[in-house]
């Protein structure tokens, strides 16, 4: 699996199935359709990524990565989010953040291994009363000739 098995959905295209069967698998509830400026990349069958994407700040938020229980542990999220922030940082989206369960140790250790740098605490985030850690990364501009 490389960065050219990953896919970007479609702005118009529908929610594939299996993701909505993955989010519930991976966190317990699915998501609705895509928001307008929110964006999803795929790898089909088994992965996803969901951006809400503000362009005009240059800013991207990682709003859930969740890999298929029987794939975890083989470098594919680390491939995925890594496509990710190569796209977003193409378009100029090179502030990036995300909020995670301070006991998702996989996760954690998955932003960290895709330069990541925690920045902030969100006491009692959750719904459950868990806090949140924020993550943040700053991407290189890329400019066209560059
Ligand atoms: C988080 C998740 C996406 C990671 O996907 P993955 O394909 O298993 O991750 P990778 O195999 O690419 O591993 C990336 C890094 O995380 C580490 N890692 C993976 N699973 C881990 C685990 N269970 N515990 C600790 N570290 C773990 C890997 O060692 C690797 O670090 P390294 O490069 O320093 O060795 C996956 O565990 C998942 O889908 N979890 C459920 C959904 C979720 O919690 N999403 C995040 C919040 S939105």
Redesign the pocket.
């Given at each position: 699996m490389t960065e050219d098995d990953v896919q970007r959905l479609a702005a118009d295209a529908p929610l594939p199935d299996w993701v909505t069967r993955?989010d519930r698998t991976?966190?317990g509830s699915a998501w609705k359709a895509p928001a307008e400026h929110e964006a999803l990349w795929l790898v089909p069958q088994v992965?996803f990524?969901r951006w809400a994407r503000i362009p005009a700040a240059g800013e991207a938020e990682?709003?859930?990565?969740?890999?298929?229980?029987a794939?975890?542990?083989?470098?594919?999220?680390?491939?995925?989010?890594e496509a990710c922030q190569r796209d977003l940082e193409a378009e100029g989206l090179v502030h990036l953040y995300?909020e995670?369960?301070v006991s998702?140790?996989?996760?954690?250790?998955?932003y960290?291994?895709?330069g990541w740098e925690r920045c902030g605490l969100r006491p009692g985030y959750y719904q459950d009363g868990e806090d949140a850690a924020l993550f943040q990364r700053s991407g290189a501009m890329r400019r066209s000739g560059a």
């Open positions: 993955l991976a966190f992965a990524a990682l709003l859930r990565i969740a890999v298929d229980p794939h975890r542990g083989h470098g594919l999220g680390r491939i995925l989010l995300l995670v369960r998702n140790a996989a996760a954690i250790r998955l960290g291994a895709c």
